[in-house]
């Protein structure tokens, strides 16, 4: 599977004392190029719990420029990780570039 930044993906999160998983979205923020070279990619998660946090974008389906965001949600730029790309289930949406620039610039307020 073909995997691109801005895209919005399924795939199994582990729980926090690691013993099982639950499919949950996350977005991409690795660049095409590196999509395209590694056999990872680099996600944050979304979570529909909506607070006031540091180092996250809020997003609802008017943010996406394709696919259903079926509830608004919080991406959470402080927990970036990487993944093999071949977990990755399902593609459901892409979001729009000023998204993506907000993630950026919240992930780079961590430094």
Same mark, same amino acid.
């Given at each position: ?30 660049? &095409? ?6 056999? &990872? ?7 529909? $719990? ?12 008017? &943010? ?14 402080? !927990? ?10 399902? !593609?459901?949406?892409? $979001?729009?570039? &000023?998204?993506?620039?907000? $993630? !950026? ?7």
């Amino acid at each position: 599977m073909i995997i691109n930044q801005k895209e919005i993906v399924l795939l199994p999160f582990p729980f926090s004392n690691l013993e099982g998983t639950r499919v949950r979205p996350a977005l991409v923020v690795s660049n &095409d190029e590196l999509n395209k070279k590694s056999e &990872d990619c680099i996600i944050v998660p979304l979570t529909t $719990v909506i607070k006031e946090e540091l180092y996250s974008v809020v997003i609802n389906q008017e &943010d996406l420029s394709s696919g259903r965001l079926l509830k608004s949600s919080r991406i959470r730029t402080d !927990k970036i990780f990487s993944v093999k790309k071949d977990l990755v289930t399902m !593609k459901i949406g892409v $979001v729009n570039d &000023d998204v993506l620039e907000k $993630v !950026k610039k919240e992930i780079q307020n961590m430094f």
